[in-house]
């Protein structure tokens, strides 16, 4: 402003000169009352050239000042992001959500011109519900100055283009029922459609000051030659300026990984959301607020919109998450760039068919387990154990009696539980020693029985080798062929029957052995 105003002074200095030396040059032939006279009156003419600049640079600064009034409508979906790309423009990092409809603002600062204003922010919730909502932002008297911003969650992509369409029919909605004359929507219309066929490229010539373009540059343009609009290019023009937002972007690494999204997956949603943004003569722009990505573009493209700042900035559509696509650059046959790339996908393809909504997987609750101590584990194992029968070798022990010979006992058994479970010995016959073990009389029974074997091949029964030998030899012949009573008497079955015959046979010779020094094997085979 500082600049404008230097050269509104120096335009007026200029033209006041000359009025001066036109004045000056009839007054030599004056006299000196008449030179007196016209002094004053020149030094009234300085007056009225002062308070013309004054006036003048008041009037220029005047209308040189930023506009107020200039709002800005956000749309989209619940959780799309709206209120948090704002509050980052803002420089809020964490914005409390409202309901209904929220009211925030943008600072608009004019560096070079020293000015500043704001610019109204008016976020619809989500649900349309609220819709009625919109004539409170989006009034007639206020329709030209206002910026739609569809606002689209990337993190779902499947919802996009319905969600666009949704909202574009609400805008268009309610535009409808504003009272606005025809002609003043028609202009609007028109200006729409101008500024989406002399969008220019940016290039080196732009010019880097952020000065407002001159009427003058507006004339030439009218005159320039403007190409046509496309067969699809503004089929529904709403008369504002329409910019397409997509948000959470840094989502579509998520979508390669979790969903199998390729890059002709992300090429198929960029050509229908270009599409549509043809229709509406909208721009495009990916943000994240996450990654910090373009969030100054949609600021500065705003401005740009709405108060008429340069923008220098090229359309960008290398990166897939980062793209950026300004009202009158795109066409059909930039989208059709992108279908190129399609392997298994193909340009008239059903956006709903390819991009669909993934399963929902369902997520069982896993109670957690919590291992208890181990101390309170081992005292319940305890007390189970306790409440358990006695088990022997791992099985439970069967109280029903036995032979001696059929399951295995364990070592610590003494033989008084084996004789209370056999038939009671009759008097006369030998008793079984307390003190010998299980095992040992099984173990006596069998030695005997070989020993009467090997006997029997040494010579007949009733020879003098078995009864009438020497002493020695009479008593381990004797000791040999005999079995100890208690052997026969108990009551054990034996396992074969030629053993019971056998031994029956030597129990009924009437050789008797000692009671207490039973003859061992050893002196059976020694004889």
Not at 15 to 27: D, K, M, W
Request: hydrophobic content about 35%; aromatic content about 6%; charged content about 25%.
């Amino acid at each position: 402003m500082a600049a404008a105003a230097g050269r509104a002074g120096s335009f007026c200095s200029s033209a006041s000169s000359p009025g001066l030396g036109a004045g000056g040059g009839p007054a030599a032939g004056f006299t000196a009352s008449n030179n007196a006279e016209l002094r004053a009156g020149g030094e009234e003419d300085d007056g009225q050239n002062l308070w013309s600049c004054i006036l003048s640079e008041v009037s220029t600064r005047s209308r040189s000042k930023l506009p107020s009034g200039k709002n800005v409508l956000l749309l989209g979906e619940d959780g799309a992001g709206k209120t948090s790309l704002i509050g980052k423009l803002q420089g809020i990092e964490e914005y409390k959500k409202g309901r209904g409809m929220e009211y925030l603002y943008l600072n608009v600062h004019d560096e070079d011109r020293d000015d500043q204003t704001r610019c109204n922010v008016w976020i619809l919730d989500g649900d349309l519900y609220h819709k009625g909502l919109l004539k409170f932002a989006m009034e007639a008297n206020s329709l030209k100055d206002t910026l739609v911003m569809l606002v689209v969650d990337m993190s779902r992509p499947w919802t996009a283009l319905d969600s666009l369409q949704k909202w574009a029919s609400v805008v268009r909605e309610h535009i409808d029922k504003l009272k606005i004359p025809p002609e003043e929507i028609k202009d609007m219309e028109q200006k729409l459609v101008r500024d989406f066929q002399e969008y220019i490229e940016p290039g080196e010539d732009f010019p880097a000051s952020p000065q407002r373009r001159n009427t003058s540059i507006q004339e030439d343009k009218d005159d320039s030659v403007i190409l046509p609009l496309g067969a699809d290019t503004l089929t529904c023009n709403l008369g504002i300026p329409v910019v397409v937002v997509c948000t959470k972007c840094d989502a579509i690494s998520v979508l390669e990984k979790e969903h199998d999204y390729r890059d002709e997956h992300f090429d198929f949603i960029q050509s229908h959301i270009r599409r549509f943004c043809l229709q509406y003569g909208a721009a495009l722009i990916y943000t994240s607020v996450k990654e910090n990505k373009n969030i100054d573009l949609v600021y500065r493209y705003i401005v740009q919109k709405l108060y008429g700042f340069p923008f220098n900035v090229s359309a960008a559509v290398v990166e897939k998450d980062a793209v950026f696509i300004p009202a009158g650059w795109d066409n059909d046959k930039k989208i059709g760039i992108l279908h190129e790339n399609f392997q298994t996908l193909k340009a008239e393809d059903s956006f709903e068919d390819i991009i669909t909504k993934p399963p929902v997987r369902k997520f069982v609750h896993e109670k957690e387990i919590v291992a208890e101590d181990d101390q309170v584990f081992l005292m319940k194992q305890q007390s189970l154990l306790a409440k358990q029968p006695p088990t022997a070798a791992g099985r439970p022990v069967d109280a029903s009696p036995r032979v001696p010979g059929g399951s295995p006992r364990t070592p610590n058994r003494s033989v008084t539980s084996n004789v209370a479970s056999v038939t009671p010995i009759p008097t006369g016959s030998k008793k079984i020693d307390p003190n010998m073990k299980a095992g040992a009389t099984s173990e006596g029974v069998l030695a005997n029985f070989f020993n009467s074997l090997l006997s029997k091949k040494t010579g007949s029964p009733g020879g003098p080798g078995v009864g009438g030998g020497s002493p020695g030899g009479g008593g381990s012949g004797g000791g040999g062929s005999n079995l100890p009573p208690s052997a026969k008497k108990s009551g054990q079955k034996p396992v074969l029957t030629d053993v019971q015959a056998e031994l029956d046979r030597i129990s009924r010779k009437p050789e008797m052995v000692s009671p207490t020094t039973p003859t061992s094997p050893t002196e059976g085979e020694a004889s």
